[in-house]
C-alpha cells in the first residue's frame, strides 16, 4: 500500500470516530450542566431556611431529569 492509500483511510476512520465522539462529548456537556443546576438549586435551598413547595417541587423535577440523563 503507498502511504497516499494509508493517510487518506486514517484520515476518514478518524473524521468518523470525531464525529460520534463529538455528538457523545455534547451531550455529557449537556448532562453537567443540567447536574450543575441542581446543585446550584439544592445549595441555594440549604442556605434559605424557608423553602417553599414549588421551589421543592422544581428540585425534584430537575433531579428527576438527571437521573433520566444518566440511565440513558
Do not use: P
Amino acid at each position: 500500500m503507498e502511504s497516499s492509500s494509508i493517510i487518506t483511510i486514517a484520515t476518514a476512520v478518524l473524521s468518523i470516530v470525531s464525529l460520534f465522539l463529538g455528538a457523545k462529548y455534547r451531550k455529557w456537556l449537556e448532562r453537567g450542566r443540567l447536574f450543575a443546576q441542581l446543585l446550584d438549586d439544592i445549595v441555594a435551598a440549604a442556605e434559605d431556611d424557608n423553602i417553599s413547595e414549588e421551589e421543592f417541587q422544581k428540585i425534584v423535577a430537575e433531579a428527576k431529569k438527571v437521573a433520566a440523563e444518566v440511565e440513558e
